[in-house]
């Protein structure tokens, strides 16, 4: 069990072009938690909880945190991106792959910060999501997913997800608006 006493938001590739298969059936969601999304990050900078972006590199290995922001911003659906953009004390993480730990410099930086407790956010419920939930708990890290706040291509597989997370990974799953960010003196960090 980690002894390590405060929280991060991870904002899972909230940062995209949507140019990818199956964004057709994505976007309708991401344009449904955007409000939770944007809502979690404001609170978490609002008290000083590490906002931490752990984003796709899309096949672009060249590419770094500004290009990506940049290319989404100058994408169709920058409306979906401007909104939970990093600002200038966000930490951001470049992935390949599904979860947000593999093979990236995550642990590390969490390690580092002192971060015991994951806040997760963003996209996909069914893929990065429930693999990044996974590999929390293999990693013995509480994890909280805001169910309001996780975008989905497949509502019933999303469904599925989020009743693993809980049952089999220990994850703590609430609205957004119910997430304890653990600042509080004395405020306990969600514990399965």
């Given at each position: 069990m980690?002894?390590?006493?405060?929280?991060?938001?991870?904002?899972?590739?909230?940062?995209n072009t949507y140019e990818h298969e199956d964004a057709e059936l994505l976007l309708p969601s991401v344009r449904e938690i955007?409000?939770?999304?944007?809502?979690l990050i404001s609170r978490s900078r609002r008290v000083g909880v590490d906002v931490i972006y752990v984003n796709d590199n899309f096949g672009r290995w060249?590419?770094?945190?500004?290009?990506?922001?940049?290319?989404?911003?100058?994408?169709?659906?920058?409306?979906?991106?401007?909104?939970?953009k990093p600002d200038a004390d966000s930490l951001f993480v470049v992935k390949a792959r599904h979860s947000i730990f593999f093979q990236t410099p995550l642990?590390?930086?969490?390690?580092?910060?002192?971060?015991?407790?994951l806040v997760?956010?963003?996209q996909v419920t069914e893929q990065c999501v429930l693999y990044s939930a996974l590999d929390a708990h293999i990693r013995d890290l509480p994890t909280t997913v805001a169910s309001d706040a996780?975008?989905?291509?497949?509502?019933?597989?999303?469904?599925?997800?989020?009743?693993?997370?809980?049952?089999?990974?220990?994850t703590h799953l609430c609205r957004a608006e119910e997430v304890q960010l653990g600042v509080e003196p004395g405020t306990p960090i969600p514990r399965p």
């Open positions: 980690h002894d390590k006493e405060t929280t991060a938001l991870i904002v899972i590739d909230m940062i955007l409000p939770a999304v944007r809502s060249r590419s770094h945190h500004d290009e990506i922001l940049d290319m989404a911003l100058a994408g169709p659906h920058a409306d979906l991106v401007e909104p939970v642990e590390y930086l969490l390690d580092r910060q002192n971060v015991g407790h997760l956010c963003g996780v975008a989905h291509i497949h509502r019933d597989l999303a469904d599925a997800a989020l009743r693993m997370m809980e049952r089999n990974m220990g």
